[in-house]
């Protein structure tokens, strides 16, 4: 069974940082990505930052220059480290992770999400 837990989520003022940590365990595609997704009041859940297992990393236009994803050498757990962070990056950040799936890697597991409020 696929379990993802999410931590470090919390109140912080805008400028400063955070970082998110994820546990992954019985994971078996490792093959496939990982990510951060997040989602404010009212608005639908948005893919923050993905890496591959490669870890050849995305982000979103929004996040760019502040966010930074990684995972350890086991790939059972994945980071966001954020800085700089604005009012508008308010939001329940939930790790994810692909699974195979009709011959491709696709968002299939998630946490429970941990809240990042931002404040000025």
């Known amino acids: 069974q696929v379990q993802l837990q999410e931590s470090g989520g919390g109140p912080v003022q805008a400028g400063g940082s955070l970082k998110l940590s994820c546990v992954i365990s019985g994971y078996p595609f490792t093959f496939c990505g990982r990510g951060w997704y997040r989602q404010a009041p009212g608005k639908v859940r948005e893919l923050v930052s993905s890496i591959s297992k490669d870890s050849t990393t995305t982000y979103t236009d929004s996040v760019k220059g502040r966010f930074t994803i990684s995972q350890d050498n086991d790939k059972n757990r994945l980071y966001l480290q954020m800085n700089s962070l604005k009012i508008e990056d308010t939001a329940v950040y939930y790790c994810?992770?692909?699974?195979?799936?009709?011959?491709?890697?696709?968002?299939?597991?998630w946490g429970q999400g941990t809240q990042v409020t931002v404040s000025s």
């Open positions: 994810a992770a692909e699974s195979w799936d009709n011959g491709s890697c696709k968002f299939t597991y």
